[in-house]
């Protein structure tokens, strides 16, 4: 006679596949948002780096650093995407670096 196989493997099998698919789904998705902050933070770096770099080509050009933000955005062509960041941008003389702060708004 042969004996009955129990139902336990294929219970089990039938399981862990979903949840194995799910681990995966999850691993994904944390991934992907993991690259989302990174690429955030990245584009706030880029941004605070061009407004720098313009300020140091101003005061190569004309012996001075700008005198607002308004100033590179219209001479040096220096483009801020004002409903994602806000700029912090402080004069204490005209030949000393402006302080730069790049701010990303909440949504």
């Not at 399981?15 to 990174?38: E, K, M, R, T």
């Not at 605070?48 to 190569?60: F, H, I, K, S, W």
């Amino acid at each position: 006679m042969r004996r009955k196989r129990s139902g336990w493997p294929s219970i089990l099998k039938g399981l862990l596949l979903p949840v194995i698919a799910a681990a995966a789904l999850l691993c994904f998705a944390a991934a992907l948002n993991s690259l989302n902050d990174g690429r955030a933070e990245e584009d706030m770096r880029q941004l605070e780096e061009t407004l720098r770099r313009g300020c140091v080509a101003c005061y190569a050009a004309e012996g001075v650093y700008p005198p607002d933000i308004a100033y590179l955005q219209d001479h040096y062509g220096v483009q801020i995407d004002t409903g994602r960041y806000t700029v912090h941008y402080s004069v204490f003389a005209e030949n000393r670096m402006p302080d730069i702060t790049v701010l990303e708004n909440n949504p």
